[in-house]
C-alpha cells in the first residue's frame, strides 16, 4: 500500500506543470450553462494531445472512450466544465475577468492522462 501512494505521489509531481497549465488555462475562461464553445475546445485540444479521441455529445459535451479491448469492468468518469456566475476576487495572473469562475474542473484531465497509461 505504501508503495502504491509513492508511486501516485512520484506520476503527481509529473504531472504538476501540465496540471497548473491546465487549471490556470481554464480557470481563466469559465462559461456558464451549455454554451461553452472555448471550454470544449480546449478540454478537447488537451485530451487528443493524450492520443485519445474525444467525441462530442450534446450541445457542450465530450465523451471519450480509454481502452476497451478487454472484456471486463468499465468504469465511468464524468465531470461539468461549465462555470458558476461567482465574481472572482483574487488577485492572481489567471483570474477569471468575465465575472464567472470555473471553481473544480481540472480534475477530470489527470485522470484521462493516466487512464490513458493503462
Known sequence: MIEEAGDFLSMAHQLQEKLVMYRHHLHAIPELDLSLPRTTAYVKEVLESM????TPVGESGLTVTIGGQHAGKVILIRADMDGLPIQE????????LN???HAVMTCI???CWELRRS
Open 51 to 54: 492520443s485519445l479521441k474525444p
Open 89 to 96: 476576487e483574487t488577485d492572481i495572473s489567471f483570474a477569471s
Open 99 to 101: 465575472g464567472n469562475m
Open 109 to 111: 484531465l489527470p485522470c
